[in-house]
């Protein structure tokens, strides 16, 4: 099995692009990066040099992925969300030795319109709403909203907002899976 693009996609040599990966109308997919298998790459994306993508990541229309930055296995990044690279750029001084890692974990969500400053980790399953501004780290499992974005509470693997009783337990009403809160960190029962 290989990849499939759209013929107006544009990918450059020394590409990595894993088998089942669909690469949709007018994306640009530069040298040295890697995407992994079975990832969905709408239109109108750019992947910048040397970005990392996991596998069975989706990406919406209208993104651009920019050196520096590296996505683990199941993400989900919306429509025109943005991701920057630079902390402070300017138009007459070149600053691409300076450019800040941003990392984003297994299966968060990024949702369509957020802004990501770069140098930030998103945590696993942690989940991003539209238009938030990501300023500073996002903690496993946690819910973020707003301009800048701030913690408003907590969301399963599943994607349902998670509600902890006084034990620090809460129950995901999709798939009865148990996660625990303890010292302002969540992790999923096993």
Sequence with gaps: MAYNAHPSAVIDEHCDVGDGTYIWHFCHIMSNCKIGQNCNIGQNVVISPNVI???????????????????????????????????????SINRKNEFLKTYIQKGATIG????????????????????????KNIPNYALVIGNPARQTGWMSEYGIKLKFNNLGEATCSETSDIYLLINNEVSKKY
């Design 53 to 91: 993508v996991g596998n069975r990541v989706k990406i919406q229309n209208n993104v651009s992925l920019y050196t520096g930055l590296e996505c683990e296995d199941d993400v989900f990044i919306g429509p025109s969300a943005v991701f920057t690279n630079v902390i402070n750029p300017r138009s």
């Design 112 to 135: 369509a319109n957020a802004t990501i400053v770069c140098g930030v980790n998103i945590g696993k399953y942690a989940f991003v709403g539209a238009g938030a501004v990501v300023t």
